[in-house]
C-alpha cells in the first residue's frame, strides 16, 4: 500500500520551495492545466508516500484550518534528526511553537507557506 497526501495550495512555488529545500523532497512529477489544475508531486523516490500540491486556477485555497493539521515524521537518530532541523532553518524556515506541546518536548514543528504544520519528532517510531 502506498499513501498520497493531496491538498490545495495558495502558492505552489513557495510550498515546493519548503518541501524541497527544507525536507529534501525530491520533484517526482507534476503537472499543468489537467482540467485547471496545476499540480506538484514531492517526495523521495522509493518511499511508500507522497505529497500532491495543486493550484486550481482562478480558485484561491483556503490556509490550513487550524494548527493541529500535522505531518509528523519520526527521526530516530538524533544525529540525523539535527541535520533535518539544521537544514529546515538554513533553508530560511523558524521553527514554531506546537499548538500540543508534546509534540516541543522531543520534536521542532515548522509551518509552511500555507499554515500547515509539519514536526521533525527526535524518537523511533513505536507503533
Do not use: C
Amino acid at each position: 500500500m502506498k499513501l498520497r497526501v493531496a491538498r490545495p495550495t495558495r502558492s505552489l512555488a513557495q510550498v515546493v520551495r519548503f518541501y524541497q529545500e527544507g525536507l529534501g523532497f525530491e520533484v517526482l512529477g507534476g503537472f499543468e492545466d489537467h482540467a485547471g489544475f496545476d499540480g506538484v508531486m514531492l517526495g523521495h523516490r522509493g518511499a511508500p508516500y507522497h505529497l500532491e500540491f495543486t493550484v486550481e486556477r482562478g480558485h484561491a485555497a483556503p490556509s490550513a484550518p487550524s494548527e493541529e493539521n500535522l505531518l509528523v515524521f519520526y527521526i530516530p537518530e538524533r544525529a540525523e534528526w539535527e541535520a533535518r532541523v539544521l537544514r529546515m532553518q538554513t533553508a530560511g524556515f523558524s521553527p514554531v511553537r506546537s499548538r500540543n506541546p508534546y509534540w516541543d518536548v522531543h520534536g521542532r514543528t515548522f509551518e509552511d507557506p500555507d499554515g500547515y504544520r509539519v514536526v521533525l519528532y527526535q524518537r523511533a517510531w513505536a507503533l
